[in-house]
């Protein structure tokens, strides 16, 4: 039976499965007619041309690829002479590199150019007041700088071109990659180049995954990210902050973070505190990339090769999400990724953790409650926000959107409501929030309706604003700018 399916599992991955090297070859002749076009001398490098990829997602990743490579040859690569005077070789190198780990297939775009002008990006993002003039371009890090690139509309060439300068490229990058449940990011070396890293999960795959149960909740890891499984009272320990929710384990020769990995994810839901008496005696050694975390679990229930299946994108899913299983029982178990565990640990030290959905605090990134009965405006007002760096919460009608306000520990910075819909319509809901200790929270009013009706019925109940749909995503961007207070809370 195991050679059966083994066997069936082969067949059926030699038939949705292509190698990479099939769309990167399609690349090497546009860049080498750029090249000629341009004056620019440049070679194009394919690394990892046999790595498998579904042969649905390869070719949604052909616009995405095309508009990356461009942006190298354009921005990255600079003219011969320019490269001879800063010691570089004469040619310009970009690299299309594709490598598979774990449910993941991460696609590297890399050029030895100039890397990206971060003094120039935030002095475009000043003028098209991205940021405010208050922030002093040493205020901001370098992974905060880069995030302007995706915004809608933004460029940093000075003429429209063939190339550049037309305000579309980035954000359109990060939308597609998006749809297919992947993420995009920039890394760069100002002078020596940069590098954009797609990752996009694989749409079926069978991988050994290593269970355990945590507070009752069973989880899965990708064994590949599983160094040791060990009695953590077997290893010394110490305290690193006044919470006792993360500590530290002396593990072959070096330090590590030692957290319980019930606190470790954000749940909804309050979850009893642990401190240091409380944790539990089972770790897990994680790989985070090239970093090592232990995590408390309450029980190991064993290694298996499952079926991964990737989560649906109708609700966003964060990225330590790498889809789930579902085991013979019918549980359905999500499987995390320790490698992107760095942000959680980080909230843990803040004494923070990240909470999801996403709760308004003084002085982080501005919080935005979007009511809407329309899965399609609620997916695409939430991809705009969040490329714009506020955090959003959906609420699927005014009901729920109040039940929300109600709840204690939730503070909007802003609301963006529609008019007509189920349980609770747009104009009750905005009625109770005047009525109530949010009556100082922003309100704009979205919807199909145009007429002087509706806007002067909204306005008489308190709306901020008012826009109709469909919008231009750049004007909606900056209309709200103007309604965003600090925390409103009850």
């Given amino acids: 039976m195991r050679h059966q399916l083994d066997s069936l599992h082969g067949d059926l991955n030699q038939s949705r499965l292509v190698p990479f090297g099939t769309l990167a070859g399609r690349f090497v002749q ?48 600079e003219l011969p002479q320019e490269r001879i005077a800063q010691g570089k070789t004469r040619t310009g190198k970009i690299r299309l590199i594709a490598t598979q780990k774990s449910n993941f297939v991460t696609i590297t775009v890399a050029d030895d150019g100039r890397g990206v002008n971060l003094e120039k990006v935030y002095q475009r993002a000043l003028a098209k007041r991205l940021c405010s003039p208050e922030t002093r371009f040493e205020q901001l890090t370098q992974e905060q700088i ?63 995954l290593l269970l355990c149960r945590s507070h009752q909740r069973c989880l899965a890891v990708p064994a590949e990210n599983v160094n040791d499984v060990i009695n953590i009272s077997d290893f010394p320990t110490e305290t690193t902050d006044e919470t006792g929710l993360v500590r530290r384990l002396h593990w072959h020769n070096q330090w590590l973070p030692l957290v319980s990995l019930q606190q470790l994810l954000p749940y909804q839901q309050s979850m009893p505190a642990e401190g240091a008496a409380g944790l539990p ?50 549980e359905v178990v999500p499987i995390v990724v320790p490698d992107y565990f760095e942000e959680l640990l980080a909230g843990l030290h803040a ?49 729920e959107a109040w039940e929300v306000l109600n709840q204690q520990n939730m503070a909007f910075n802003l609301a963006i409501c529609d008019l007509e819909m189920p349980r609770m319509d747009g104009f009750t809901l905005l ?25 002067k019925k909204a306005s008489q109940l308190g709306a901020n604003g008012y826009m109709t749909k469909p919008f231009h995503p750049v004007a909606f961007l900056e209309e709200i700018s103007d309604f965003l207070q600090p925390v409103a809370s009850a």
């Fill in 351 to 399: 004494q923070a953790p990240t909470k999801h959905p996403p709760v308004a605090i003084a002085g982080e990134r501005p919080s935005i409650l979007v009511v809407d009965d329309s899965i399609a405006v609620r997916r695409t007002l939430n991809r705009l926000l969040t490329q714009a760096g506020y955090q959003v919460l959906q609420c699927r009608d005014g009901q």
């Fill in 30 to 77: 546009p860049i080498t007619t750029l090249s000629q076009r341009h004056n620019k001398a440049v070679e194009l490098a394919i690394e990892g041309e046999s790595v498998a990829v579904d042969q649905a997602v390869l070719e949604q990743l052909r616009t995405p690829l095309t508009h990356l490579l461009r942006n190298a040859f354009d921005h990255g690569i």
């Fill in 146 to 208: 880069l995030e302007f690139l995706f915004r809608p509309g933004f460029s940093t060439a000075a003429t429209v071109g063939s190339l550049s300068g037309r305000g579309v490229g980035l954000d359109i990058v990060r939308s597609d990659v998006e749809r297919l449940h992947g993420s995009l990011r920039i890394e760069t070396e100002p002078g020596w180049g940069s590098q954009f890293i797609i990752r996009i999960p694989l749409t079926l795959n069978i991988l050994p």
């Fill in 431 to 455: 009625q109770k929030i005047r009525a109530s200790g949010y009556k100082e929270l922003p309100v704009v009013v979205l919807t199909s309706r145009e007429s002087d009706l509706h806007r």
């Fill in 281 to 330: 005696n089972i770790g897990i050694v994680l790989s985070m990339n090239d970093k090592y975390l232990v995590a408390a679990i309450d029980e190991m229930l064993g290694e298996r090769r499952l079926v991964v299946k990737p989560f649906d994108s109708v609700v966003p899913i964060p990225l330590y999400l790498a889809g789930c299983t579902v085991l013979g029982t019918g």
